[in-house]
């Protein structure tokens, strides 16, 4: 059973920090690339952040580059989102989620919601 289990989030003032983590089970680690998604009311889902596992490489968007640092640690089968300096325009459902390349998504996990109040 491939699971990704999102969690992490919680309320934090504009200007905080905040991370969340993904833990991964039921496949090969190595062998996908992990991507941060995140959904704002109202609005659609987007990619946030990537890391290859394989060979640490790394993609942010532009929203969050700077302030956003993807990691992941092999040994545990988790990937981290450290948040820092969070605006309230980063609050939505950050998803985790699993696939051969960037971008290109196998498998979704449940959302952690992140709140990052003014």
């Known amino acids: 059973d491939v699971q990704l289990q999102a969690s992490g989030g919680g309320l934090v003032q504009a200007g905080g920090s905040l991370r969340v983590s993904c833990v991964a089970s039921?496949?090969?680690?190595?062998?996908?690339?992990i991507s941060w998604y995140r959904q704002a009311p109202g609005k659609e889902r987007e990619g946030v952040s990537y890391?290859?596992?394989?060979?640490?490489?790394?993609y942010y968007a532009d929203s969050v580059k700077g302030r956003f640092t993807i990691s992941s640690d092999n040994a545990k089968n988790t990937v981290y989102l450290q948040m820092n300096s969070l605006k309230p325009e980063d609050t939505a459902v950050y998803y985790c989620?699993?696939?051969?390349?960037?971008?290109?998504?196998?498998?979704w996990g449940q959302g952690t919601l992140v709140t990052v109040s003014s």
């Open positions: 989620a699993a696939g051969p390349d960037l971008w290109v998504v196998d498998y």
């Open positions: 890391i290859s596992t394989s060979d640490g490489s790394t």
């Open positions: 039921g496949f090969t680690f190595e062998d996908y690339a």
